[in-house]
């Protein structure tokens, strides 16, 4: 998987140690080890934590480092994510570049499974959803502020915070996701 690979080099070109990252990210020292050499997948959670200590993207690491002016991305060309413990999908229908920008995703949560919990994200960074399908809990904060949407409803919040999502429904949720971090100055 170039998730791996591409963890590697960023780390390396920020000049991190493996110490360095697992203390940004707070994944262990030997969970990012085995990642970078292609023994593990990380579920999106942790995934999105090593994004949040490298300050770039999901999507970057996950390989989607297109930067042109019109990019046209077909359907069977996309990049899933599918999270091999929960079933968690995740598919970008937008290009995402390094550090900063939108990117808009379609999320598929199987009935009854969580995202598990997401790691704040910078301050500025901003998240809309909205529900196509099913029902979603979303948990925002620690002590987690939550909120259900059913099927036709949205909602915006600052991402600086940690946040879950949740399908309490019997079938699969469908949402889609725009994450803003266009504004955000390194």
């Given at each position: 998987?170039?998730?791996?690979?591409n963890?590697?080099?960023?780390?390396k070109?920020?000049?991190?140690?493996?110490?360095?990252?697992?203390?940004?990210?707070?994944v262990?020292?030997?969970?990012l080890?085995?990642?970078e050499?292609?023994?593990?997948?990380?579920?999106?959670?942790?995934?999105?934590q090593?994004?949040?200590?490298?300050?770039v993207?999901?999507?970057?690491?996950?390989?989607?480092?297109?930067?042109?002016?019109?990019i046209l991305?077909?359907?069977?060309?996309r990049?899933?994510?599918?999270?091999?413990?929960?079933?968690?999908?995740?598919?970008?229908?937008s290009?995402?570049?390094?550090?900063?920008?939108?990117?808009?995703?379609?999320?598929?949560?199987p009935p009854?499974?969580?995202?598990?919990?997401?790691?704040?994200?910078?301050?500025?960074?901003?998240?809309?959803?909205?529900?196509?399908?099913?029902?979603?809990?979303?948990?925002?904060?620690?002590?987690?502020?939550?909120?259900?949407?059913?099927e036709?409803?949205?909602?915006?919040?600052?991402?600086?915070?940690?946040h879950?999502f949740?399908?309490?429904?019997?079938?699969p949720?469908?949402?889609?996701l725009?994450?803003?971090?266009?504004?955000?100055?390194?």
């Amino acid at each position: 998987m170039e998730f791996g690979a591409n963890v590697k080099k960023e780390r390396k070109k920020k000049n991190l140690t493996l110490e360095e990252l697992s203390e940004r990210s707070k994944v262990s020292r030997s969970m990012l080890s085995m990642i970078e050499r292609g023994e593990k997948n990380p579920t999106i959670q942790v995934a999105a934590q090593i994004a949040e200590g490298l300050e770039v993207t999901l999507s970057y690491l996950l390989g989607e480092q297109q930067k042109h002016e019109v990019i046209l991305i077909r359907s069977d060309q996309r990049l899933v994510y599918k999270d091999e413990t929960s079933g968690v999908e995740r598919h970008l229908l937008s290009p995402s570049f390094a550090t900063k920008g939108i990117e808009f995703i379609h999320n598929i949560i199987p009935p009854f499974q969580s995202t598990g919990a997401f790691p704040a994200h910078k301050k500025g960074v901003k998240e809309y959803i909205h529900v196509v399908q099913g029902t979603l809990q979303v948990e925002l904060g620690e002590q987690p502020d939550t909120y259900v949407l059913e099927e036709g409803d949205s909602i915006y919040f600052e991402a600086d915070l940690q946040h879950r999502f949740t399908n309490m429904s019997h079938q699969p949720c469908h949402y889609f996701l725009i994450i803003d971090s266009y504004q955000i100055t390194m």
